[in-house]
């Protein structure tokens, strides 16, 4: 069986600037993927990539094996992606704006109208539903996001930061979603937050100046410092043994 | 194309969700009559046709126009929507042609609130209206033009202002260049570019429509002139949406 995310030799360059260097991964139906990396290390150039909005230098990324720059349409269709900082748009209510995904995700009807209710079930937006979405707070905005990318079931999702912005109790509620939608999906998290890696991942992958630089469990990960803290962890492997001493 | 539609219904929604439409149309409204009443004197000329209201109509497009125009993209790239919105399953060419289609609806919406016009023009006499139908099309072909080069200067920026003055200046030279100061200088220098110039010119063309004549030439310059300007539009985000 093809896997659900197929990277090789993804590169990234911006004029001599190279923000992805030669990132290769795939991921299949259950894992939980925890991207991982100090700010600046190719996180979101790499999720863009494989979104098909960034176009790679080299190198291919495929959805169920449709090429992300060959057949844009097929690979986007089976995915759900919420971009860096969850924009959406900002005069329309919340069930307009889902409304409108869900049509261009090819919804009508009652069919539509029933994605539309559980994305909002799911991301618990019910009582912001007919609010403008400049109206809400940072942590439902990032909800709407979510409901967005959740809308069509998508057997693969890919998340920039779902969790930034929400209090420990959303925080909660959106790692518990994850975690059960997971043995149906395959599914790419970025996040600064270590114990979320532990909380959710089945597997981390932490990059350094767009270089993968560990691929591991998180347990196994955790495993590489004598005290088994991922944040020791973390900072061995990303800031550059010249640099450690001052730091 | 279903896809597109969906675009432009949202982005036509957007234009009346806030109050950009209203002051739009009723700028352009009180513009286009204080005009076609005053400076066209409409009751004085004692002729019953709208011969004053199409003169100043494609100028006041020339203004007007691009502030529609504007926010079509440069608005998607400052919020980051462009990236929803191009992650989405859509082509580029789906998400230009829709969000054109909003704005020329906008347009067109705008152009139909001056039915008084034809309404007054028939209580007081008997006008052609053949005539004031061709210069309707003819309106509606020049804001189309005009919101084409507006929608491509759109996505070239994430500055609104930016892509309204460039849309502005674009469009100007489209309007002007079948006027003296053009085609005098033209015709001095480079004789040859004077006669392409004459044939570009956005406001002689509709000039034609406004005297009732419908003329294939004009129609497929119009045509291809929008179409030159939203594959400039799709060339653009496709070559760098994502700076």
Not at chain 1, 229 to 240: K, S, W
Not at chain 2, 131 to 142: P, T
């Amino acid at each position: 069986m093809a896997a659900l995310i197929e990277i090789a030799g993804l590169t990234k360059r911006f004029g001599s600037f190279t923000a992805v260097d030669d990132v290769s991964f795939r991921l299949d139906k259950g894992e939980v993927l925890g991207f991982l990396g100090p700010n600046g290390a190719g996180k979101t150039t790499t999720m863009r990539m494989l979104a098909g909005f960034v176009m790679p230098t080299a190198g291919s990324a495929a959805i169920i094996g449709h090429d992300v720059i060959a057949e844009p349409v097929a690979a986007r269709r089976c995915l759900g992606f919420l971009p860096e900082g969850a924009p959406t748009y900002p005069e329309m209510t919340v069930l307009g704006f889902l409304c409108f995904v869900a049509r261009i995700r090819g919804y009508a009807g009652r069919a539509l109208a029933k994605r539309v209710a559980e994305a909002i079930a799911l991301t618990q937006l019910e009582s912001v539903r007919l609010q403008p979405i400049e109206t809400l707070s940072k942590g439902f905005k990032r909800r709407v996001g979510l409901a967005q990318a959740l809308l069509h079931d998508p057997p693969v999702l890919v998340l920039d930061e779902p969790t930034d912005g929400l209090d420990p109790n959303q925080k909660h509620e959106v790692r518990t979603l994850i975690r059960r939608m997971a043995p149906e999906k395959a599914i790419v998290i970025s996040t600064h937050l270590l114990e979320e890696v532990d909380a959710v991942c089945t597997r981390a992958i932490i990059i350094a100046a767009g270089r993968v630089v560990a691929d591991d469990t998180p347990a196994g990960l955790a495993a590489r410092d004598p005290e088994r803290r991922l944040e020791e962890v973390f900072r061995a492997i990303t800031i550059p043994p010249s640099l450690r001493k001052a730091a | 194309m279903r896809q597109a539609l969906i675009i432009a219904r949202r982005e036509l929604d957007g234009y009346f969700a806030t109050p950009v439409a209203y002051v739009f149309i009723v700028i352009f409204l009180v513009l286009q009559g204080t005009l076609t009443f005053n400076a066209g004197d409409f009751f004085g000329r004692g002729q019953a046709d709208l011969a004053p209201f199409f003169e100043f109509l494609p100028w006041v497009f020339l203004l007007l126009v691009p502030a529609i125009s504007m926010r079509l993209w440069a608005e998607e790239r400052r919020l980051g929507t462009i990236e929803l919105l191009l992650t989405l399953p859509v082509t580029e060419g789906q998400a230009v042609i829709g969000k054109f289609l909003a704005a020329w609806a906008f347009c067109i919406i705008a152009l139909a609130l001056t039915f008084p016009f034809i309404i007054t023009v028939n209580i007081l006499g008997a006008p052609d209206n053949g005539v004031i139908a061709c210069g309707y099309l003819g309106g509606v072909l020049v804001s189309g033009a005009f919101l084409a080069v507006g929608s491509a200067t759109s996505a070239m920026t994430k500055n609104q202002v930016i892509a309204f003055v460039l849309g502005v200046a674009i469009s100007f030279v489209f309007a002007l260049s079948a006027y003296p100061v053009v085609t005098d200088f033209l015709d001095r220098n480079l004789p040859v570019l004077a006669e392409i110039a004459r044939r570009f010119s956005v406001i002689e063309r509709f000039q034609s429509f406004a005297q009732g004549l419908i003329r294939l030439p004009d129609i497929v310059f119009f045509a291809s002139f929008i179409g030159f300007w939203l594959f400039v539009n799709a060339v653009v985000i496709d070559h760098d949406k994502a700076s």
